[in-house]
């Protein structure tokens, strides 16, 4: 009889004690790290000759400001590479320049 009750008591013990250490409480996991990109950044379109004025347009799109010739803008686009031209009053298109948003942030027309 007192064999019985010592395997007994042995094996209750054995599965309290993977009770208790399966149910301890584990270290919380945090999210790992991360880096935070930005999803609109800043682009200053710079006029540089007398023919670069009218309509600033970014990826096909107007933004509706003008630029002046000699003079320049500020525009918050989308980060990544984005495709600035100006078109004048009569729809002519200037050169295409592209930028890599926020590497750079400044454009500088020099002719149309």
Not at 54 to 83: D, E, F, H, K, M
Request: aromatic content about 10%; overall charge neutral.
């Amino acid at each position: 009889m007192k064999k019985n009750f010592f395997v007994v008591f042995l094996i209750v013990s054995v599965l309290t004690l993977i009770l208790i250490a399966g149910c301890a409480p584990s270290k919380p996991v945090g999210p790992g790290p991360t880096s935070v990109v930005p999803t609109s950044c800043s682009l200053t379109v710079v006029s540089q000759c007398l023919a670069c004025y009218g309509y600033v347009w970014v990826n096909g799109a107007s933004t509706g400001q003008y630029i002046t010739n000699n003079g320049s803008v500020t525009l918050t686009v989308p980060c990544g590479q984005v495709r600035v031209e100006i078109r004048d009053e009569l729809g002519f298109v200037s050169h295409t320049e592209y930028i890599n948003t926020p590497q750079q942030n400044m454009v500088v027309f020099t002719y149309w």
